[in-house]
Every structure is written in structure tokens, then in C-alpha cells.
């Protein structure tokens, strides 16, 4: 059964710094594109950061550009999402998707900024 289990959200004060954790499991890792999504509450889902299969491409939403970044281990089958400067915006539910041929998401990890 395919898993991808998000990890390392909880509580920053404004400026600080966390770091998203998704392994994968039951999946070519090496094969997916995978995605960093967040939703924050009366809003819809927006994609925050993608990294090619291969690491070599990333993207990035203008709204996280300088702050977040995205990387992967192919050897421990797992993404993750580096957010400094964190603001009160970014808080939202943060979640992991794989997308090959197949897509499958997370169960998200809340991520909440406030002093």
C-alpha cells in the first residue's frame, strides 16, 4: 500500500524556520515527480514547490521564492521542504504528492506562524 506520511509541522513564531518531512513507501521514488501543496483555511490548494524526479528541476510559487526550499533523497525515499522566514501566511496544512502514472497525496501536516 502506497504511503506518504508528512512530517515535522507544528507552531513557529513569525521569522522562524521548519522542516517538512514526506517518505515515501511502496512507490519508485526515484521515478515520481513530487510536490509540496498547502491549504490554508477558506482557501484552495496551491502548489508551494515541485522537484523533478531526478532533483535536477525545481519550482517554486513567487509567494515562497528566497524562503523555501525543496529537495529529495532518492536513497531514503524522501522529499523535503525547507521554510525560513516564515510568515502568519504561510500557515496552512502542508501536504506531500507523488505523481508519476499514479498520483497519491499525504494526510498533511499542520504548519501554523503566529506569535
Known amino acids: 500500500q502506497v504511503q506518504l506520511v508528512e512530517s515535522g509541522g507544528g507552531l513557529v513564531q513569525p521569522g522562524g524556520s521548519l522542516r517538512l518531512s514526506c517518505a515515501a513507501s511502496?512507490?519508485?521514488?526515484?521515478?515520481?515527480?513530487m510536490t509540496w501543496y498547502r491549504q490554508a483555511p477558506g482557501k484552495e490548494r496551491e502548489l508551494v514547490a515541485r522537484?523533478?524526479?531526478?532533483?535536477?528541476?525545481?519550482t517554486y510559487a513567487d509567494s515562497v521564492k528566497g524562503r523555501f526550499t525543496i529537495s529529495r533523497d532518492n536513497t531514503k525515499n524522501t522529499v523535503y521542504l525547507q521554510m525560513n522566514s516564515l510568515s502568519p501566511e504561510d500557515t496552512a496544512v502542508y501536504f506531500c504528492?507523488?505523481?508519476?502514472?499514479?498520483?497519491?497525496w499525504g494526510q498533511g501536516t499542520q504548519v501554523t506562524v503566529s506569535s
Open positions: 504528492n507523488a505523481r508519476f502514472i499514479a498520483e497519491y
Open positions: 511502496a512507490i519508485t521514488f526515484i521515478t515520481y515527480t
Open positions: 522537484i523533478s524526479n531526478d532533483g535536477v528541476s525545481r
